[in-house]
């Protein structure tokens, strides 16, 4: 049974808790009566046997199965390929065992011939590490060798050549007759190898991206910038403001999340789970479970020690794909109880939960999720054995407030205080959470870049949530793996409020659904300037108006009624006949394109923008898709220079709608400086004027674009880094 099944039929139950809606206060004595249930125990309970029984585990035949698979491939030279089956035999070896080490070893193999020598360097490490078979280190340490030369370090080459052959003399490891074989390879090394430079940015941590930032922080509001204060009154509540003027682009946060979890379970293996940098194709896996995977030795034996230890059981039983929001709060509750830095622990305590606001309803289903982790904590781990409550949690709270509920924890309440504290996080991460998003590259049909934002995760950042919600913000929230940078989008003045979007924005969502969503999910009616100002309530109205016939202004029809946003003009009556034609004609123009009729299907298309640019607002979303579909069209063709007038003719609509620094502007502009690029590349004539214009418009776009990469990603992602590169394409082309 789903997880969604069990909180239905237990919350249709617990009729008699829905009868003390108005008696319960406070977390501990909703749990009370939850966790007393018995109908509620025993169902948790058998939904967690369940899965349990369900479980799958490590297998030494399911690894060698993956390892051949990936022998063959490597003798095929199909590197690639076999890297994914060494991977998937690396995951499925029991801890330390001969498969695991040699799955890696292989790996590195592959590497090696992929020249990536310093993830084959990476591998030879780990497969050392995870026993190896010593009497054949020497074939490693070569291929290390190998590796140190091609990037150009041969006294890290000289080194490992050492200790092979410190390994050699030793008759333990290395039968005598060996020796001299071994000792011919050692002399085949020639050191005049070609390099082989790496051109990463390397961000180790916290101290690296400050550095990089130029990040000074706030030492009264940790992760902050000294640029912001973190205030409390009656009617903001805590919320955050500037103590100077501060200039679009300073970062104000910069923040490491308390917890994360990752959100696609179908992809676990592309994101380390302790750190969240991008694990490519070489993830490390789990010792114990077959879905946790990791950047490096590092993280892994950090997140065992933190949380992962306690976590892993649930991941073999396959329950954190089941139960949402729940997984990331067992997390928190699981760094909380190891961490040392009662800071971030209090931080963390004292975030908002809206506990009085929500309904009896709700509240009873994240209760219900909190007793089953608790029971999957006592029934499945030895979480309550190893932890002593009052010194790894209860000590560490600066308010007692929350432990005064307890007076002590004993025996006898200790599941009690546990799963309060579950329900605490719950509500909190409702309110409170971050989606934590990765930059990526994707191709369309024409193989024009477009850049999207996947939200790969879910984070909890304490100091980054003192901000306040507005549907127009004036920060943006950028990621490089699992930190928090958070940048203003704007000028902001001294003394004017830091304002976070929790997820509506007036660009993209109607007043009336940001309303909605806010207060069912946060509990407040929004009262920023575009939910309560006329010029901004309509906004998206614009993208769907009219042309006003006195103004050229957005003619809406508000509540059933026309209106001029701009000149509040209120006109009888508008031009549908006129707004039917021009969407028969776009009708019959896809059609024609589906029979590849494309210059018929381009005529329909010319009269439908000529009838759209008469009758429609001129930022009107049919114009901007009619441009686009003509472009598409005169790209098929090979007619990339009226591509590219279609596509110039979009930039101020989608500016408007999205803004000036948006990611929608970047990727039109983006699109637009590939049609340059190609033109460019057509062009014979490279000293007539109308060259030489287009070359400093290409020039033009691409630097807009580069400072729209750098700004929405950072200098460090692969959009920006590819953006870069086409300036150089630019330039071997007109060289």
């Not at 073999?316 to 997984?327: A, S, T």
């Not at 940078?485 to 929790?502: G, S």
């Amino acid at each position: 049974m789903k997880w969604h099944n069990i909180l239905e039929d237990l919350t249709c139950k617990l009729t008699k808790i829905h009868a003390l809606k108005d008696k319960i206060k406070r977390e501990d004595e909703l749990m009370l009566h939850l966790w007393n249930d018995q109908n509620t125990r025993k169902l948790t309970s058998l939904w967690l046997k369940h899965y349990y029984n369900k479980k799958e585990s490590k297998s030494i035949a399911k690894a060698q199965i993956f390892k051949n698979a990936g022998n063959k491939q490597f003798q095929a030279k199909n590197y690639s390929e076999s890297i994914q089956s060494y991977t998937k035999c690396a995951t499925y070896a029991p801890a330390y065992s001969l498969e695991s080490s040699v799955a890696i070893a292989n790996r590195s193999a592959s590497l090696f011939y992929l020249n990536r020598y310093n993830d084959c360097i990476k591998d030879i490490e780990l497969a050392i590490k995870l026993n190896y078979p010593k009497e054949l280190h020497y074939k490693l340490h070569l291929r290390m060798v190998q590796c140190y030369l091609k990037l150009g370090n041969p006294d890290l080459a000289k080194k490992i050549i050492s200790i092979i052959r410190g390994s050699i003399d030793d008759p333990n490891y290395i039968a005598p007759s060996m020796k001299d074989d071994i000792e011919k390879r050692i002399s085949g090394v020639t050191f005049n190898r070609s390099c082989t430079q790496d051109e990463s940015l390397n961000i180790d941590g916290l101290l690296d991206l400050r550095s990089m930032l130029m990040f000074d922080e706030n030492p009264n509001f940790p992760y902050a910038s000294l640029s912001i204060d973190r205030k409390f009154n009656g009617e903001l509540g805590r919320h955050v403001i500037a103590n100077r003027f501060i200039r679009k682009g300073e970062v104000l946060f910069l923040e490491k999340p308390v917890s994360f979890v990752v959100l696609n379970h179908d992809v676990v293996d592309r994101f380390c789970q302790h750190c969240n940098r991008s694990n490519r194709d070489i993830p490390i896996p789990c010792s114990k479970c077959l879905n946790t995977f990791y950047c490096d030795t590092n993280c892994l034996n950090d997140a065992w020690s933190l949380y992962h230890c306690w976590e892993c059981p649930g991941s073999q039983m396959g329950l954190w794909k089941e139960i949402g929001i729940g997984h990331l709060a067992l997390k928190v509750l699981l760094t909380c109880t190891t961490t040392t830095d009662t800071i971030k622990f209090n931080e963390i305590q004292n975030l908002i939960t809206n506990f009085d606001k929500e309904s009896i309803e709700d509240l009873i289903v994240y209760g219900i999720t909190a007793v089953m982790l608790t029971s999957y904590l006592l029934e499945y781990t030895d979480f309550f054995q190893r932890n002593d409550l009052n010194d790894h949690l209860a000590k560490k709270f600066f308010d007692n407030s929350f432990n005064s509920n307890f007076h002590a924890i004993t025996n006898d309440n200790k599941h009690l205080y546990v799963s309060s504290l579950l329900l605490r996080y719950i509500l909190q991460l409702i309110c409170n959470g971050h989606a934590v998003s990765k930059s990526d590259i994707q191709w369309n049909e024409n193989n024009f870049s477009i850049g999207q934002q996947d939200i790969v995760a879910t984070g909890i950042y304490p100091s980054a949530s003192m901000m306040n919600h507005s549907c127009d913000p004036n920060i943006i929230n950028i990621f490089m793996d699992q930190y928090l940078i958070v940048r203003a989008l704007k000028d902001i003045a001294t003394n004017e409020e830091i304002f976070n979007c929790y997820g509506p924005h007036y660009r993209h969502t109607s007043t009336e659904q940001r309303q909605k969503i806010l207060s069912s999910q946060y509990c407040f009616t929004c009262k920023c300037k575009p939910c309560t100002q006329p010029n901004l309530q309509y906004f998206l109205e614009r993208f769907t108006a009219m042309n006003c016939s006195k103004c050229n202004g957005a003619l809406c029809n508000i509540k059933n009624s026309l209106f001029c946003l701009d000149c509040f003009d209120n006109p009888k009556d508008f031009q549908q006949n006129k707004i039917e034609q021009a969407e028969t004609l776009f009708q019959a123009a896809k059609s024609c394109i589906a029979q590849e009729k494309v210059e018929e299907a381009l005529e329909k298309l010319k009269n439908c923008l000529n009838i759209r640019r008469r009758i429609l607002y001129k930022y009107h979303e049919d114009i901007v898709s009619t441009l686009n579909l003509i472009s598409e069209l005169y790209i098929t063709k090979g007619k990339l220079a009226d591509a590219k007038e279609c596509v110039e003719s979009t930039i101020a609509a989608v500016s408007e709608r999205s803004g000036s620094s948006s990611t929608e502007l970047l990727d039109t502009l983006d699109t637009l400086t590939d049609l340059c690029i190609i033109c460019l590349q057509e062009r014979s004539d490279t000293t007539s004027s109308s060259y030489k214009a287009l070359l400093t418009k290409t020039y033009k776009y691409l630097e807009q674009i580069e400072e729209l990469a750098d700004f929405n990603y950072g200098s460090w992602s692969d959009i920006y880094n590819y953006i870069k590169k086409k300036r150089n394409k630019i330039i071997s082309i007109t060289q």
